[in-house]
């Protein structure tokens, strides 16, 4: 099992350019999220989709949108790219929304804005 | 408000002594409690949960971490610290928000060891 897959692993976009994370799971998670992680801030919840079908927005929506493709696959969009939006993106995935079951991650992309 | 306090941005230790790194949340309700460990360039990882049940809970690489609802603590310990054991390490509580449960993380602590 590959786990959580996640392309690109680096992306240099210039400000207004737009472009998708993919995101992609292979152990039949009912639930992905899509994180992004800056320094001294932790991880925040940028969209999650609690089941195939449905997103709903997390602490920090505002210039993302997501799409959930199908069970395995969750894509983040950034519309209009601004050098606020410089991160590192992380997708997740678990096996519900309202269990205790962990989290699991993928490697990341690492996202700078110009 | 529901959140999560990593209060040391760095914990330094000697290869071999006993290591500790804290967390302290607000929650309503109770509480199911995560320690997650990042490698350089790479996700996070699992590392151990609380849900209920004994204080103690045991997880992977020897680590262990010990609930306290009367101090709202989870600190993650580990007997005998080794140098690969030198990552940033997250504490999460599980939020419910209309009626969805998600995870809230701290702001992550950097654990150096020291041969």
């Known amino acids: 099992n590959a786990g959580v897959t996640q392309t690109p692993k680096f992306q240099v976009l210039k400000t207004g350019q737009s472009m998708t994370l993919q995101c992609a799971q292979d152990m039949n998670h009912n639930s992905m999220y899509w994180y992004r992680q800056d320094p001294g801030m932790g991880l925040r919840l940028i969209y999650y989709?609690?089941?195939?079908?449905?997103?709903d927005k997390g602490e920090v929506p505002n210039g993302y949108n997501v799409s959930r493709l199908n069970k395995r696959e969750f894509s983040l969009r950034l519309e209009s790219a601004a050098p606020s939006q410089t991160s590192v993106y992380f997708c997740a995935s678990s096996e519900g929304p309202r269990d205790s079951n962990e989290q699991f991650f993928g490697p990341g992309t690492r996202l700078t804005v110009l | 408000a529901q959140s999560v306090a990593q209060p040391e941005d760095q914990v330094n230790v000697a290869e071999g002594n006993p290591l500790t790194v804290k967390c302290t949340y607000s929650?309503?309700?109770?509480?199911?409690l995560f320690w997650y460990v990042q490698y350089p360039n790479r996700g996070l990882q699992f590392l151990l949960k609380?849900?209920?049940?004994?204080?103690l809970v045991k997880g992977s690489y020897g680590f262990e971490a010990e609930f306290n609802k009367s101090q709202t603590s989870f600190h993650l310990k580990k007997p005998s610290a080794l140098v690969s054991d030198s990552a940033l390490y997250f504490c999460a509580v599980r939020a419910s928000s209309g009626g969805y449960n998600k995870l809230i993380f701290g702001a992550g602590t950097r654990l150096a060891v020291h041969p």
């Open positions: 989709s609690a089941s195939e079908g449905t997103t």
């Open positions: 609380y849900i209920t049940g004994d204080n």
């Open positions: 929650v309503s309700g109770n509480p199911y």
